[in-house]
């Protein structure tokens, strides 16, 4: 069960625009150990206000539950959204990035120190507690999705649920889809969403998985841009996989924008 407590303090919650409360956090982890659930937290960094002193805490009292995985995200100001509207404002001011870089290193140190392995761009786990949807999610595989705003991946066609609630409803009780997206890509597309997405992974990408899931050659695709990341120390390349450093990690969404690139789309996630 993921808990998304985005953050254990109420001025964080506050400046996130959050309907919980930090009190209410021990009783949904109460909840969750009654039902015999294993607990995971959703952590948000890079929030307006929030310093490196802050984050620690967060990260401190996380762990004091004992979760057996957590997620780390920083904060994107999506458009349209009221955080949004109050940065353009001029309302909020938001967190640098050389401050959230190192929020985020902080974040990889103190959980990896805590017995958390980082087995993902944003996600630790303990040992063989790794969430399998996320493992499905980062290689690019199919995957079910059911519910208000769940999205699925089934057959090659990507489709997503509509998020309103009510008209979620009508749709299921007359027998109707509740799909309101959808999308089906051909193999070179997917060939290059699957490049984004697996090299998030630590594993990387599997030159030989990726040809047996794909039918295209990864160096076909990006050799040439694989070398040149590798030279600057972004990606590590042992012939069987490709990875990202420790260093690529930090800036991983402008690895995969320049990879993309040779497909003419545009990376990220």
């Known amino acids: 069960m993921s808990v998304g407590v985005q953050s254990f303090r109420p001025e964080t919650l506050a400046a996130l625009d959050r309907?919980?409360?930090?009190?209410?956090?021990p009783r949904a982890v109460e909840?969750?150990?009654r039902h015999g659930l294993e607990l995971s937290f959703d952590l948000?960094?890079?929030?307006?206000?929030?310093?490196l002193e802050s984050w620690a805490a967060d990260l401190d009292a996380a762990l004091g539950y004992e979760p057996d995985h957590l997620s780390t995200y920083g904060l994107t100001?999506?458009?349209?959204?009221?955080?949004?509207?109050d940065r353009r404002a001029g309302r909020v001011r938001p967190v640098g990035e050389d401050a959230e870089l190192v929020m985020y290193e902080h974040a990889i140190a103190r959980l990896t120190a805590a017995g958390f392995e980082h087995y993902e761009v944003s996600n630790f786990a303990r040992p063989g507690k790794r969430c399998r949807h996320n493992e499905r999610y980062w290689a690019n595989e199919a995957y079910w999705g059911f519910g208000v705003g769940a999205a699925r991946y089934v057959g090659g066609v990507r489709e997503l649920n509509t998020r309103d609630t009510?008209?979620?409803?009508?749709?299921?009780?007359?027998?109707?889809?509740?799909?309101?997206?959808?999308?089906?890509?051909?193999?070179r597309d997917r060939a290059f969403e699957t490049i984004g997405t697996q090299l998030r992974r630590a594993e990387g990408i599997g030159r030989a998985r990726f040809l047996e899931q794909t039918g295209l050659s990864l160096d076909d695709l990006?050799?040439?841009r694989v070398r040149n990341l590798v030279a600057a120390g972004l990606l590590a390349d042992d012939g069987?996989?490709?990875r990202l450093t420790r260093r690529g990690r930090c800036v991983a969404d402008g690895i995969i924008e320049e990879l993309m690139r040779g497909n003419g789309r545009p990376g990220g996630g």
Do not use: M, N
Request: aromatic share 10%.
């Open 44 to 51: 948000i960094f890079g929030a307006p206000g929030s310093t």
């Open 240 to 242: 069987a996989a490709v």
């Open 31 to 33: 909840a969750v150990r």
């Open 166 to 187: 009510q008209l979620y409803i009508r749709k299921v009780l007359a027998g109707g889809s509740p799909t309101f997206q959808g999308e089906c890509l051909g193999p």
């Open 222 to 224: 990006v050799g040439d």
């Open 19 to 25: 309907r919980h409360t930090a009190e209410q956090i």
């Open 77 to 85: 100001y999506e458009t349209g959204t009221p955080l949004w509207k």
